[in-house]
């Protein structure tokens, strides 16, 4: 289908100011470019969580897999093994993917599979009104710790490079050139992509005002570097005060586990000969 | 009916499901149907491990309580199961590891003579049992070249040294069987998925599935398949939704626990409409349970797993014939009405090894899975008559398929909007007609034993071959639905026409088919239940129905 219209009817719900809708237009934004290049959006697939970054299946006018919470990644794998002319592209939760899936997060990035991970972090739980994530910052009072979260913040972007994920990089959804640029290279990358991407929660963690004076683009960095990914990625730990580099901090060319994985398919007759004889080796 | 029982026992690592499995293929040429009990605990090494293997003029699916060969590879074997052996037991032993009446090898002694390494020890102990029961050179040497893929030449000279030390204590006699292929029950279910055009096998190991895993991921370019093996059993499921989203048969395989963790994506195959089929083999739970034992408990959890209402598919083949059929039409079933399909083999079934007669088995199932006919804008859950929404593929040319795990309209997108959750509630439940309608073409329940007789035994799965020889024996009728949901009703009726008296067998401790057939009105006089981990034996069992029918 070309020239589709890539924004659904669907009423759109999210709050006004709302850090999804600048994923949204980057989104819409590539896949325009996609197909203005000749590529067929018939063969993308968007695969969602549950929580408000998950609406995004509602709102695209292209396939996708409306999955459970924290479960992406699997679905995205399954998708890719089984037709890898397909370009999977998971929008997920930090909550749904840091916390409920992170398992599956961290051995997409192991097996390096080809699928793209795009994180809206916006470090609170936004539909289930305001409880911390696991990049929330010590002391976050949500509705679930009145007090103050007792728990430091995960690194995602340490945990990838940890992983083994051969794309790592670190978006804001108020750089949004930056932003497209990162998702695109994530997309056009063979292997595991991941964007962890700095959103705001309009209504329960509206973190503008602490990103935008931090943040800087990791401009003269050589992502080729693994070690000084990781001193980049330790530069801001999602607690502390400190600038918030953007931008890619790793990127590597491996096999992808789609491609060591691919077992040739078989015709019936030849299938029905093969258990014929194997029913024969068993006598 | 002639028949021959064989135990052999040893440490845990001594390789007895190997040997159990030789002693198995010269007994099959021999004309022997054959069925193969493993028991072995949960441990890597040293526990004591024992196979019986029994051949039968007639097709079996059970134990007896005695044997006529014991072939000890350790002390256990003699001592833990003397009561198992009668006057003329023969008993073949290891003479360097076990001190016995009978006839002992010195296996130490055979390997330094033909200098053959330790692994081949076992090969002495089948050559041994092979001049104990008076089986020819010629059927030991055929069964050894097509079964020992590596060494044959040096096995051959260990079992002959060792046959030619021994002389025949019990002759068994030839059958006029034709050899049949052996199979266990899991390879009989890997082997039928594969004829459903399984494209995709995806588990995480957990006994008793696990032997099915290896079974496929061995076999995997052989028959085309891609196999994984995920991060746990809900990354297992969902990425065989994936799969299924993106066009390709796949199944997985676990036990009681790791179903427990794929619930969710069991209710999401529901609500979204994916195909798939489970396999879940039962143990002892719950819980961890008896890892490596038998049991038959998960088929209330099974009926039930997964919130919310929709249609699923559940078959309990009772032999590896049954298995290697109905697992086929479970895919093919799973396809074509889009739900989850269940087939629920216990331990028993899925390590137990069957003769499996290939002569009847219907041809390859190809499957009619209702398509997507190209007309301008595709809806993934188009409300039909059937409630079946035809099939588009993600990268079909103008075809945007959203699935979704939320209430959804016809296109994929959720809503919250009274109506239309009604609507395709009542859509997916639509299902279950034309589902029950199909499975009715189907012979749903067998009839076993005295067709006619007043009294009749009432089992599923596993039990089906030791509740036959009882309902023989006694002049019963048995009954065993092999599909459990949708409920065989109107076909389980039928069957228990006449019933006098209804005894249920199960291995439980809850009467979980009982209580289901209840809720149709079918009320079982007497429940006999085992829980201890083992299958009922045929005495154990005999000994039971006969004071129940009395």
Redesign the interface.
């Known amino acids: 289908?070309t020239g589709?219209a890539l924004i659904?009817d669907?009423q759109n719900t999210w709050c006004p100011g709302c850090g999804n809708f600048s994923l949204q237009h980057t989104l819409k934004n590539i896949l325009t470019e996609m197909e203005n290049e000749g590529r067929?959006l018939?063969?993308v697939?968007l695969?969602s969580g549950?929580g408000c970054h998950a609406?995004m299946?509602?709102y695209l006018?292209?396939?996708?897999?409306?999955?459970?919470h924290g479960?992406t990644i699997?679905?995205?794998?399954?998708?890719?093994?089984?037709?890898p002319?397909?370009t999977v592209i998971c929008c997920c939760g930090d909550g749904d993917c840091y916390a409920e899936g992170l398992?599956?997060l961290?051995?997409a990035a192991k097996r390096n599979i080809d699928i793209t991970v795009l994180v809206h972090n916006n470090r609170v739980y936004g539909l289930t009104t305001g409880q911390y994530t696991p990049t929330s910052p010590l002391g976050f009072r949500g509705k679930s710790t009145p007090t103050g979260t007792a728990e430091f913040p995960l690194n995602p972007i340490e945990l990838m490079l940890a992983s083994g994920a051969t794309y790592v990089a670190r978006g804001y959804t108020k750089k949004m050139d930056q932003l497209k640029t990162l998702i695109r290279n994530g997309i056009a990358h063979r292997g595991f992509a991941f964007v962890d991407v700095l959103q705001i929660c309009a209504t329960f963690f509206p973190a503008a005002d602490y990103y935008t004076p931090r943040v800087y683009d990791l401009a003269d960095h050589d992502p080729a570097s693994f070690d000084r990914a990781c001193a980049k990625a330790r530069e801001w730990d999602y607690n502390s005060d400190a600038r918030i580099p953007l931008g890619l901090f790793y990127q590597a060319t491996f096999p992808g586990f789609d491609e060591r994985?691919?077992?040739?398919?078989?015709a019936?007759e030849?299938?029905?000969k093969?258990?014929?004889d194997?029913?024969?080796?068993?006598? | 009916m002639r028949e021959v029982s064989v135990l052999i026992g040893g440490k845990a690592g001594d390789g007895i499901n190997s040997a159990g499995a030789m002693v198995a293929q010269l007994l099959n040429h021999l004309g022997y149907h054959i069925y193969l009990y493993f028991d072995y605990p949960s441990l890597i090494r040293g526990g004591h491990n024992f196979a019986v293997i029994r051949g039968a003029e007639q097709s079996v699916g059970t134990c007896r309580d005695t044997v006529d060969f014991v072939l000890a590879l350790s002390q256990e074997t003699v001592s833990l199961h003397r009561e198992q052996m009668h006057v003329g037991t023969a008993i073949v032993f290891n003479a360097d590891l076990v001190k016995s009446d009978g006839q002992g090898i010195s296996v130490k002694s055979v390997l330094t003579v033909e200098k053959a390494p330790g692994i081949m020890g076992n090969s002495a102990i089948i050559g041994g049992f092979a001049k104990a029961a008076g089986i020819d050179w010629e059927i030991v040497e055929a069964v050894f070249r097509s079964h020992i893929p590596k060494g044959v030449e040096l096995n051959l000279k260990v079992a002959q040294c060792a046959y030619e030390q021994l002389v025949t204590a019990h002759q068994i006699e030839r059958c006029s069987n034709t050899p049949l292929p052996l199979l266990t029950g899991n390879e009989a279910i890997g082997l039928g998925l594969v004829r459903g055009g399984l494209d995709a096998y995806v588990s995480y190991p957990m006994t008793p599935s696990s032997s099915l895993l290896h079974f496929l991921a061995e076999q995997k370019e052989k028959f085309g398949i891609t196999v994984v093996h995920p991060e746990n059993e809900i990354a297992v499921i969902l990425m065989a939704l994936g799969f299924a989203y993106g066009g390709k048969r796949a199944a997985v395989g676990t036990s009681g626990g790791g179903f427990c963790l794929m619930t969710e994506g069991v209710s999401l195959a529901g609500m979204a409409e994916f195909p798939l089929v489970l396999v879940v083999s039962q143990r002892t739970g719950p819980s961890t349970g008896l890892p490596t034992y038998t049991g038959q408990s998960e088929l209330l959890f099974v009926l039930h797993a997964g919130q919310g209402e929709f249609p699923r598919l559940i078959v309990a083949p009772g032999d590896a014939q049954e298995a290697l059929v109905w697992s086929a039409i479970a895919m093919d079933i799973a396809w074509k009405y889009q739900v989850p399909a269940f087939i629920l083999p216990d331990k028993t079934l899925s390590e137990g090894t069957y003769s499996v007669d290939t002569a009847g088995l219907p041809a390859q199932i190809t499957g009619s899975v209702p398509l997507w006919d190209g007309n301008p804008s595709y809806h993934r859950y188009a409300d039909t008559l059937s409630g079946i929404s035809p099939l588009a593929l993600p990268g079909t040319k103008d075809a945007v398929v959203k699935v979704n795990s939320y209430a959804h309209d016809e296109s994929g997108y959720t809503t919250e909007e009274a109506d239309m959750v009604s609507r395709m509630t009542e859509k997916r439940l639509r299902k279950w007609e034309g589902l029950i309608a199909e499975m009715n073409g189907y012979p749903q329940v067998n009839i076993l034993g005295s067709a006619g007789a007043p009294g009749t035994l009432l089992c599923w799965g596993s039990t089906k071959g030791v509740c036959s020889e009882v309902a023989v024996e006694l002049g019963l009728r048995l009954v065993q639905p092999v599909v459990l949901s949708p409920f065989p009703v109107a076909q389980l009726k039928k069957a228990l026409e006449g019933t006098k008296k209804l005894i249920c067998v199960e291995e439980n401790a809850t009467a979980q088919l009982a209580t289901l057939t209840e809720q149709h009105g079918i009320i079982a006089d007497k429940k006999i239940m085992r829980y201890d981990g083992r299958p009922f034996t045929y005495e154990s069992l005999l000994a039971k129905v006969r004071k129940a029918v009395s």
């Open positions: 289908m589709r659904t669907v067929s018939d063969n697939v695969v549950i609406k299946a509602d006018n292209i396939n996708s897999f409306y999955s459970l479960r699997p679905v995205a794998t399954g998708i890719r093994l089984a037709n002319d397909l398992d599956h961290i051995f994985m691919a077992t040739q398919g078989m019936a030849l299938r029905e093969a258990i014929r194997l029913l024969e080796s068993r006598i």
